[in-house]
């Protein structure tokens, strides 16, 4: 794999975009310090400009030079969380321009676990801007065959890595106002933030960051979540082709049918993939039996809310 790694740092250094496996999604990569390469990242997922990029590092040390203030809770969670699906947001530093902020006054900075992530880090030497290798709002990929199906020639090189271990994206923390607000839930939950910092909820004035947006992670037959006790009804209304993701086993009436697991770190794995699989079935719906109610599933129902969202 070393040989394609320097490649890929090559790639990087010379202004181009490198997709490459971390441990939550499959991210596409460009310069972070390179205003063209982010461009043509930017221009590659349909991203708007004003939507930041979290930067990807090889330790902590690096990452936090891309911050001018760092408070200890962010130590505390970086010492605890890093390398790891954890992205914290802080004031950014000089090194941290506006075409990757979005403008903004704060930076998304994430140190990955991956080993290949790990490994390109290491070789490439500097901050990675990457946002997930897919066009902006549709499903995430967690395969580089995914990459490829979606982003095809206009990636330079697809690193392989095996399927995303978590599945979900990271879990966003932001400390740029002394508390410690929960953006984005993830793999690491509010319960274990709460054993290191006292977290809250995000405010509508939190900065924008990835995932923030009502509608993401979204496939292109439209869905629609539904709790469990309204999925028969609502499978016995539809005339057209159905597709389910559902808990229970499959129903002959549907046309499509995908079990999914019953717990959520199993769940999150396999969502994406499952997102499109289903779109992929012929169908015109999506039925999505909704997840338990619980902290637990706090990530995994963010992801499904807003993946069947209104267009």
Request: some cysteine; charged content about 25%; glycine content about 8%.
């Amino acid at each position: 794999m070393k040989p394609e790694i320097r490649k890929a740092a090559e790639i990087l250094r010379a202004g181009g975009l490198v997709a490459f496996p971390t441990e939550t999604v499959y991210g596409l990569g460009a310069d972070a310090s390179n205003a063209g390469a982010v461009a043509r990242l930017y221009a590659t997922k349909r991203r708007p400009a004003d939507h930041p990029v979290i930067v990807h590092f090889g330790s902590k040390e690096k990452a936090f030079s891309w911050a001018r203030e760092v408070p200890t809770g962010a130590r505390q969670l970086a010492e605890r969380f890093w390398p790891g699906p954890l992205t914290l947001i802080l004031k950014r530093s000089a090194l941290a321009k506006d075409f990757i902020t979005g403008g903004q006054d704060t930076v998304g900075l994430r140190v990955p676990s991956h080993p290949v992530a790990r490994g390109l880090l290491e070789m490439f030497q500097g901050g990675i801007a990457a946002p997930s290798a897919n066009r902006f709002g549709l499903v995430s990929p967690t395969t580089a065959a995914h990459v490829r199906e979606d982003l095809g020639d206009d990636v330079d090189l697809v690193l392989e890595g095996g399927p995303s271990e978590v599945g979900i994206e990271s879990t966003i923390v932001d400390l740029s106002t002394g508390a410690a607000l929960l953006l984005r839930p993830g793999a690491i939950s509010r319960g274990d933030l709460a054993q290191l910092l006292n977290v809250k909820e995000a405010r509508l004035s939190s900065p924008r960051h990835s995932g923030g947006l009502e509608r993401h992670y979204a496939p292109r037959t439209p869905a629609r979540l539904v709790s469990t006790h309204d999925l028969d009804k609502e499978i016995e209304k539809l005339k057209q082709r159905v597709a389910v993701l559902a808990f229970s086993r499959p129903d002959e009436r549907v046309d499509y049918w995908l079990r999914m697991p019953r717990n959520p770190e199993g769940y999150a794995r396999r969502l994406y993939a499952a997102l499109r699989e289903l779109d992929t079935a012929g169908c015109e719906t999506i039925l999505v039996e909704a997840p338990p109610d619980a902290p637990e599933w706090a990530a995994v129902r963010d992801r499904l809310q807003k993946a069947c969202a209104a267009r």
